[in-house]
C-alpha cells in the first residue's frame, strides 16, 4: 500500500539523519508484572501483609516459592497497593527472551503446578489464612491498557536512547531547522501532551536477545518520531499524504489539524457538490482519515 512505502520512508529519512551520528541506548528497567487483588475480613488484617513483604526476609521467602516454577523467572520485586479491605499484589520478575506474562501468571494444566504470581499467592494464604484471592489480575498489572503505574513503575523493557543531530543534517536530511524543531517539541511534546493527559510512550523481557531487540526498537521509535517531527516542522507531513490520496482534482478539501495533541484531528469539507454525485461521503472521509493515523503508528 502507499501509505505503507510513506512510512516506510519516514523512518528512513529519520535513520538517514541518525546513521552518521548514531544513537546511544541503554536498559534501565526489565520486569514483567502481574497483579492479583485479595481481600481481608479488614483493613487491619490487610494492612499486616503490606507490612510483612516488605520486610526482606519475607520477600525472600515469597521470591523462593516463587522462582520455583520456572527456569527463567525471577522475582525481582513485590509493590502492595492497599483500598480498604482490598489488596492489589504487584508482582515483578525478569523473564528471559519471553514476553513471560504466562510464565508468571497461570497454572500449567498440563502437570497441574502453579506458576510464579499464583504459587506465591498460596503460599501467602498459607500465613494469612483468611486472605481471600478474588483474581489473579486486579487491574494494576497494568495488562493492554494505558495505566499511569506502568510508566512510574515500569512494565517489560525501560529502554532510554539519545542522539546529537547536527543542524547541517536537520537542514538537509530533514528539510528543517533546529529552532523549529525545538519550538516544535515544546509546543507539542510538552504542553499539548501536558494538556492532553498524557501519561508518556506506549510501554514495549531478561535475556540477553530480548534486550538488544528492545534497544533496536527504541533507536528505531527516535528515528522515526525525528522524521515526523521534522515533518510537522516543515509542514510536510500532510501534503506528503495527500499526495497518495486518489482524490478527483474537482474535489477541494479543507483540513484543520490540531497538532498539539498526539492525535490528528481531520475536517472535511466540500466545495464542489457535482464531484459527491454517486460517492459515499463517509468513505472518503475514512480513507483520508485512515492515510494519517497509520502513518503515525507505522512512523
Keep these: 500500500m502507499k501509505f505503507a512505502a510513506e512510512s516506510k520512508n519516514s523512518v528512513l529519512k529519520g535513520c538517514r539523519a541518525l546513521e552518521k551520528t548514531g544513537v546511544k541506548s541503554t536498559i534501565v528497567a526489565d520486569g514483567m508484572t502481574r ?18 513483604i516488605k520486610k526482606s526476609e519475607n520477600f525472600a521467602k515469597v521470591k523462593e516459592q516463587f522462582d520455583s516454577t520456572s527456569r527463567f523467572a525471577k522475582l525481582s520485586k513485590i509493590s502492595p497497593h492497599i483500598a480498604g479491605r482490598y489488596l492489589f499484589i504487584r508482582f515483578m520478575a ?17 502437570n497441574s503446578y ?6 506465591a499467592l498460596l503460599y501467602l494464604q498459607t500465613i494469612f489464612n483468611e486472605m481471600e484471592i478474588l483474581s489473579l489480575s ?38 528543517t ?9 515544546i509546543s507539542k511534546n510538552m504542553v499539548g501532551s501536558a494538556m492532553a493527559g498524557s501519561i508518556g510512550p506506549h510501554m514495549a523481557n531478561p535475556g540477553d536477545n530480548a534486550k538488544q531487540l528492545a534497544r533496536i526498537v527504541c533507536g528505531a521509535v527516535l528515528a522515526g518520531e525525528l522524521s515526523l517531527m521534522a515533518a510537522l516542522a516543515s509542514g510536510q507531513l500532510v501534503k506528503s499524504h495527500l499526495s497518495l490520496c486518489d482524490v478527483n482534482e474537482d ?23 457535482s464531484f459527491m454525485r454517486g460517492r459515499d461521503t463517509k468513505r472518503v472521509t475514512i480513507k483520508l482519515g485512515a492515510y494519517l493515523a497509520l502513518s503515525l503508528l507505522y512512523s
Design 138 to 175: 486486579g487491574n494494576v498489572c497494568t495488562d493492554k491498557k494505558a495505566a499511569a503505574i506502568n510508566w512510574i513503575e515500569g512494565r517489560g523493557k525501560s529502554v532510554v536512547c539519545e542522539a546529537l543531530v547536527p543542524a547541517n543534517i536537520v537542514q538537509s536530511v530533514l528539510k
Design 177 to 185: 531547522t533546529t529552532h523549529a524543531l525545538i519550538d516544535l517539541n
Design 251 to 273: 474535489f477541494s478539501i479543507l483540513i484543520v489539524i490540531h497538532d498539539y495533541v498526539e492525535d490528528l484531528y481531520l475536517h472535511i469539507t466540500c466545495s464542489d457538490r
Design 35 to 52: 497483579g492479583p487483588v485479595v481481600r481481608f475480613p479488614c483493613i487491619t488484617k490487610a494492612s499486616e501483609v503490606v507490612i510483612w
Design 114 to 119: 502453579n506458576l510464579g504470581a499464583e504459587k
Design 94 to 110: 525478569e523473564t528471559g527472551d519471553a514476553m513471560g506474562m504466562n510464565m508468571i501468571s497461570k497454572v500449567n494444566w498440563t
